[in-house]
């Protein structure tokens, strides 16, 4: 804990000449494959041809960049509007975790219908991999430095160099990790998310196709609403609350009532 108190993540793992490997780029790819594992090992489960899940990956890169990349730009439009170049630097950060649920739901959607596979079999187990990925991911923020929280005295609040600190916290040191927050929780939703796979595999008919899916939705978005309390980068307010916990109450409401659905039309 002491490292973690001490240590000042840089956003570039190394360079050669100009070409540098960003921290971020990496451990998204590195979330991404691990999550992609935990994908193929359900496939596998559940008898779904290993060759339709790595044309299905191809959507996935496309739709989950896309909207992710998209989502964040709106999000954060009134910076962009003034440096339209920067939308491209996907490097540099700002890939939105509800983007890439959005695009990958499309993504899975459109190829399921296409592939007349079961699209709410195929949405659980891909939450599975995502949950994963999420785990690791995050991390790259936390070396570029962002959405971190507010001002803390604990022994595992991290430094952040002035240049970064927000304008009121200028004299302050160090500030709550919630990427290790939001990274040891979904530890848990990952656990839950297969867990409940098992349970299904053992007995169907207690676990209706879908309810995983939106098991995932309603254990994120509580989490996502609790971290935005503590959450410092800019965020457009509505209602007083920061967009990402309304987009996330609205998310928790909407995935209840679709689990609740999912049991009645079960029965």
């Given at each position: 804990?002491?490292?973690?108190?001490?240590?000042?993540?840089?956003?570039?793992?190394?360079?050669?000449?100009?070409?540098?490997?960003?921290?971020?780029?990496?451990?998204m790819v590195v979330g991404g494959l691990l999550g992609l594992?935990?994908?193929?090992?359900?496939?596998?489960k559940y008898k779904i041809k290993e060759s339709e899940l790595w044309d299905l990956v191809l959507y996935w890169v496309v739709f989950a960049i896309v909207g992710a990349r998209i989502y964040y730009v709106l999000y954060a439009w009134d910076y962009y509007r003034e440096n339209l170049l920067d939308v491209f630097k996907i490097w540099e950060g700002g890939l939105a975790v509800h983007g890439v649920m959005i695009g990958g739901f499309l993504?899975?959607?459109?190829?399921?219908?296409?592939?007349?596979?079961?699209?709410?079999?195929?949405?659980?187990i891909v939450v599975v991999g995502?949950?994963?990925?999420?785990?690791?991911?995050?991390?790259?923020?936390?070396f570029n430095q962002e959405?971190?929280?507010?001002?803390t005295g604990l022994p595992w609040g991290i430094p952040i160099e002035f240049q970064n600190r927000p304008g009121l916290f200028k004299n302050y040191d160090y500030f709550h990790p919630t990427v290790?927050?939001?990274?040891?929780?979904?530890?848990?939703?990952?656990?839950?998310?297969?867990?409940?796979?098992?349970w299904r595999l053992v007995r169907e008919k207690y676990l209706?196709?879908?309810?995983?899916?939106?098991?995932?939705?309603?254990?994120?978005?509580?989490?996502?609403?609790?971290l935005e309390l503590y959450r410092l980068d800019y965020s457009p307010l509505v209602f007083g609350l920061r967009w990402a916990q309304l987009f996330s109450a609205f998310l928790i409401i909407f995935s209840g009532i679709m689990i609740g659905y999912f049991y009645r039309k079960k029965k």
């Open positions: 804990m002491n490292f973690f108190h001490n240590y000042i993540p840089k956003p570039v793992l190394f360079s050669i000449g100009l070409f540098e490997i960003h921290w971020y780029g990496l451990l594992y935990w994908v193929w090992v359900l496939f596998n993504a899975t959607y459109i190829f399921c219908r296409q592939r007349k596979l079961k699209f709410w079999l195929v949405a659980d995502l949950a994963f990925g999420q785990i690791i991911g995050r991390w790259g923020n936390y959405i971190f929280g507010k001002p290790l927050y939001e990274s040891l929780l979904s530890i848990f939703n990952f656990l839950i998310l297969w867990l409940a796979h098992q209706p196709e879908g309810v995983i899916f939106w098991s995932y939705i309603f254990i994120y978005s509580w989490i996502r609403f609790g």
